[in-house]
């Protein structure tokens, strides 16, 4: 990037400011650059030729900024009533971004399903018919599970590894974190399928050892840790009953505090109506992930299997939009799912866990 009017530690900033928060400059106007240059503490007479200088710098490469396309909408909160009344004028404004095409082979994945095997799982895994009338299909609720893993599988290749953790009044590792080879297939579905019900709900000890195992597979991918998507899915039908004791969330919070993966995510799924839902709906809060609810056994299998399809089409995860507003403008809220990794744990001094 070269102009005799800006200096090389002025051009760097600016660099630094676009590859931070801007995807993409087609269509930016002089409020636009105005507020890049601020940004970059760049002179404000110098705008129109930081505009050129960042336009050619994109053209030649230097500047790798992509064709994503940020679309914003922004209407009145409450709109005008009266003729000749003007509407409030704080705005709602919604952000919609049009990703591009990825020519790349897609991203390798590192999947731990930890699968709630307590007693309640052997109940039958009832249907609903079209007249809304619950019906059996001879399979147990845990027989379903397996069969949507089963499917997940199928779609994972050699550069994917997938574990299983299995528990009920405890947690064990029914299957290692392992490359999703032919024999690994295998070897997964074998085990899958010695799964048994039996015993109450701690959810907390499958939650925990599903995450220890992430954590494991991001020190043994070596330098291909930061390609590689990284998601926790959790299955249970039911209240869990053996808290930790500080309770789920906060001690979720701590684990991850304590080990941070930006890389990770930890989706819920509760399957019938016997939940606690509010909490499985924070710890997916908490870990960057989402909650499904699943009411009907029919649409386990949906759900489940869409979860991980998405998860092996994602190109990256935990990303930041940046909005920079100009003329005055600010931002007051942001309304959306939100993501609580990493937020502050007013107890996380305290040293007497079992989370580390």
Known sequence: MEDANIAKDDRKRVVDVLRKGIHSIKGAGDAFWNSVAKNAQIKPGHALRLRRVVEKAVKSGELPLGDVAVTLRAYPMIPATTEGKKGDRDMHVHVSINAPDMKKDRRPCDLVCVIDISGSMCKDANTKTAEGKSESQGLSQLDVVVHAMRTIIGNLDKHDRLGVVAY?????????????????????????????????????????????????????????????????????????????????????????????????????????????????????????????????????????????????????????????????????????????????????????????
Request: hydrophobic content about 35%.
């Open 168 to 356: 009920s009044s405890e947690a064990r590792v029914a299957f290692p974190l392992s490359d999703m080879t032919k024999s690994a297939k295998k070897r997964v579905n074998e085990a899958l399928g010695e799964l048994s019900p039996n015993g109450s709900t701690n959810l907390w000890a499958g939650l925990h050892k599903g995450l220890d195992m992430l954590k494991l597979a991001s020190q043994r991918r070596g330098p291909r840790a930061s390609e590689a998507n990284a998601a926790l899915l959790l299955l249970t039908d039911g209240c869990p009953n053996v808290p930790p004791p500080r309770g789920h969330v906060p001690t979720l919070l701590n684990y991850l505090k304590k080990n941070p993966d930006k890389r990770r995510a930890i989706h819920t799924f509760g399957f019938g109506y016997d939940l606690d839902s509010k909490l499985l709906c924070e710890l997916a809060d908490a870990g960057n992930g989402s909650y499904a609810f699943i009411p009907d056994a029919g649409l386990v299998g949906t759900v489940f299997v869409h979860a991980a399809s998405n998860l092996l089409a994602s190109r990256a995860s935990a990303a930041t939009l940046k909005i920079l507003p100009t003329n005055g403008a600010e931002v007051a809220a942001v309304v959306g799912y939100g993501t609580g990794e990493g937020e502050k744990d007013e107890d996380d001094d305290d040293e007497d866990d079992e989370d580390d």
